[in-house]
């Protein structure tokens, strides 16, 4: 038998009953299942990945729905427990989804909720703010201080790059990776090339605005190109951001043979999914490469890094912290619950999951939709007419 698991109730009296695995933040969340009648229970468990037996223990024998996270192993054995004990609602607090089964939901009729649409600027920013402070050698600088040894400017102290006039290469060109090149263009004056296999027009259409705006004001204009391949970001930018899907055919997108097409002095940024880099060969090129550099927010075996980039003076790294704004995670926490209790409910999908103010204007009650179930068709789901 499963050990207890330490949790955090409110609502004891409620008639529908959902486990959050981790505490999240903000109170909305919980305020809008406890308003329609749940219970809820947090845990606390001081583990910062609880295991499948420890997730099990809290499912017990009645559960209507649960909200998990990205860091959790969701298959057969998870959703087969929650469909024993009634549930038919899960939501990943997570854009992301590559840890659930989701074709072991759909056997078990167990929706699977995920949080699209509230994560676009706050990635971007964070991609953004890693180009920043990999470009200008913006940690090294600040240990540097740190360690008392400052004794007064030199000409050579940590000369990093400019990004003005710069190439920004940009793989994947949706929500994200468009907001983050809009950022650069305009932020940095830096001309864009992408690759998508769709075109992103709207992402053009900016930039040529942006350009004549330049040249209108005498200023040098920005350009833009849609690349024939991924290579040809890759050996024509001056700065990467990575912003694919993780499937088999995205993993291990950067490895030994693509880095060795990048410019000696190229900076890398990945706020995706770690496995698109081979890790241990961007280590090799980092040790080879001194003046190449990268800002990484995610890890091919999180939370673990490969051997030897920790050591890495050329390497900004940080906790996977992309969604990391208050306003963000509060919101992902909301639409989170909100699948959840949506299904519980027998409200439809909504129609459109990337357009989801509706849901978080806390000046009204949300919509009676699930903002967003990845598996909604197969489960024959009605969609939202609002």
């Known amino acids: 038998m499963a050990k207890p698991v330490s949790i955090e109730v409110y609502n004891p009296s409620g008639k529908y009953r959902v486990v959050s695995t981790k505490s999240m933040p903000g109170t909305r969340w919980i305020n809008l299942l406890v308003q329609q009648d749940c219970r809820v229970e947090i845990c606390t468990q001081k583990k910062t990945i609880l295991s499948v037996e420890d997730i099990i223990a809290l499912i017990g024998d009645k559960c209507d729905g649960v909200i998990g996270q990205l860091t959790e192993d969701w298959g057969e ?24 089964d989701v074709n072991a939901a759909t056997k078990y009729g167990v929706a699977v909720g995920n949080t699209p649409g509230v994560l676009t600027e706050t990635t971007a920013e964070l991609a953004a703010s890693l180009s920043l402070a990999a470009s200008r050698r913006i940690v090294e600088a600040d240990e540097f201080m740190r360690a008392g040894l400052y004794e007064g400017w030199l000409p050579h102290l940590y000369v990093g790059n400019l990004l003005k006039g710069q190439t920004v290469g940009v793989i994947g060109a949706g929500r994200i990776g468009s907001a983050y090149a809009r950022m650069m263009v305009e932020g940095f004056k830096m001309n864009l090339i992408y690759f998508d296999l769709y075109q992103s027009t709207r992402l053009e259409k900016f930039v040529t605005a942006y350009g004549e705006f330049l040249k209108a004001n005498g200023e040098q ?16 930018a001056d700065v990467i951001s990575l912003h694919p899907v993780l499937d088999k055919t995205t993993y291990h997108l950067v490895n030994k043979e693509r880095l060795s097409m990048m410019k000696k002095e190229a900076i ?18 980092l040790k080879a490469n001194p003046m190449f550099r990268v800002g990484l927010d995610v890890f091919e075996e999180e939370p673990y ?4 980039l920790a050591d890495m003076k050329n390497a900004v790294v940080v906790p996977h912290i992309a969604s990391a704004s208050k306003w963000t995670r509060e919101g992902m926490a909301t639409l989170a619950a909100l699948n959840v209790l949506g299904k519980i409910k027998g409200y439809p999908a909504w129609a459109d999951p990337n357009r989801v103010e509706p849901f978080l204007n806390e000046n009204t009650q949300p919509p009676a939709a699930c903002p967003s179930i990845v598996n909604a068709k197969a489960l024959s789901l009605p969609v939202s007419k609002l």
């Open 77 to 100: 054995t998870l959703f087969s427990a929650l469909s024993r004990a009634g549930g038919k609602a899960f939501s990943n607090m997570a854009v992301g989804y590559n840890n659930v």
């Open 221 to 236: 204009p920005v350009t833009w190109k849609r690349a024939a391949s991924m290579d040809e970001v890759l050996q024509q």
């Open 268 to 285: 890398l940024i990945n706020c995706s999914r770690g496995p698109v880099i081979d890790e241990a060969a961007l280590v090799e090129h």
């Open 305 to 308: 890094m490969k051997p030897g």
